[in-house]
């Protein structure tokens, strides 16, 4: 979501501790999202239509993990945007926003307490909810002609209960446009994916999962730009307080430590 070289990803050793690992977090939120929804986009054109196949079971399974770090991302990051201070409109309107991810996660926190009342729930999807995404072949999109055509696929695991719903499809047209693709470089040949969207427990609580990533991204863009400037001049006006120098606090804090052991079996030896 960041580049290697932004702000946040090379954070000074003068902020405090707190300040630090709630940085640490957020941009961990982010990375997390970013991967998993690149995942998801791999795999979606990967498989095509076959996804459904009982031989990609397993393939389902890991579109479900990455769709529930996704939530879990999310909620963490509302709480970590709340603890660094970021108030930019941009952030209240994401806190306010991904409510649903909260309520994503402590509904699948609580779901052992909840047995009975799940199991009688009218329109709910199956236990870990359903994924649906739209799915647009080469022969489907020409640029001069634009999208003519695609396919929806919605995907779920685990069992469907009576009462319970495959879940709201998703729209290719929502919004009035095929927008998940608007940022793609035009290429032939290219099969196209998006409009990601998970629903679990109820269908209030629909998490559109390309706009959780475009928002994110958009937070984690602005905070970067006020860090970048608020914090030198912070630790600036504490070195001068502090007759502490600059150079020593701006320094960029040790990160993304990793080690490499070679060890060797041999004859054991005893010493007393």
Same mark, same amino acid.
């Given at each position: ?117 799940l199991a009688e729930k009218k329109g709910a999807p199956p236990l870990q909810g359903a994924i649906s995404y739209t799915y647009i072949?080469?022969?489907d999109w020409t640029v001069e002609s634009g999208i003519t055509g695609g396919r929806v696929i919605g995907i779920s695991v685990g ?37 990601? @969207? $998970?629903?679990?427990? *109820? /269908?209030?609580?629909? =998490?559109? +999962? ?9 937070? !984690? ?12 001049? @912070? $630790?600036?006006?504490? *070195? /001068?307080?502090?007759? =502490?120098? +600059? ?9 993304? !430590? ?15």
């Amino acid at each position: 979501m960041l580049a290697a070289d932004a702000f946040l990803r090379r954070l000074p050793k003068g902020l405090q501790p707190t300040q630090l690992l709630a940085f640490e977090g957020l941009l961990y939120c982010g990375d997390a999202v970013d991967a998993s929804y690149s995942a998801m986009r791999g795999l979606a054109p990967a498989h095509g239509d076959a996804i459904r196949n009982p031989e990609n079971r397993v393939s389902r399974i890991h579109m479900f993990v990455h769709a529930w770090t996704i939530v879990d991302s999310l909620h963490i990051a509302r709480d970590l945007v709340k603890a660094v201070g970021f108030n930019a409109k941009i952030a209240k309107s994401f806190i306010e926003k991904y409510e649903v991810a909260t309520n994503l996660r402590n509904k699948m926190d609580h779901v052992s307490d909840n047995l009975k009342n799940l199991a009688e729930k009218k329109g709910a999807p199956p236990l870990q909810g359903a994924i649906s995404y739209t799915y647009i072949l080469p022969e489907d999109w020409t640029v001069e002609s634009g999208i003519t055509g695609g396919r929806v696929i919605g995907i779920s695991v685990g069992h469907i209960r009576g009462k319970s719903t495959v879940s709201v499809l998703s729209n290719p047209l929502d919004g009035g446009n095929f927008g998940p693709w608007d940022h793609e470089e035009p290429k032939f040949g290219r099969t196209l994916v998006g409009g990601f @969207q $998970l629903m679990a427990f *109820a /269908e209030s609580l629909l =998490l559109k +999962i390309d706009e959780a990533v475009n928002d994110l991204t958009g937070v !984690l863009t602005e905070l970067n730009m006020a860090a970048s400037q608020q914090i030198p001049a @912070q $630790l600036e006006k504490y *070195a /001068e307080e502090n007759g =502490l120098a +600059i150079e020593d606090l701006m320094a960029t804090a040790p990160a993304d !430590l990793n080690t490499y052991v070679v060890f060797k079996t041999g004859e054991s030896r005893q010493e007393t």
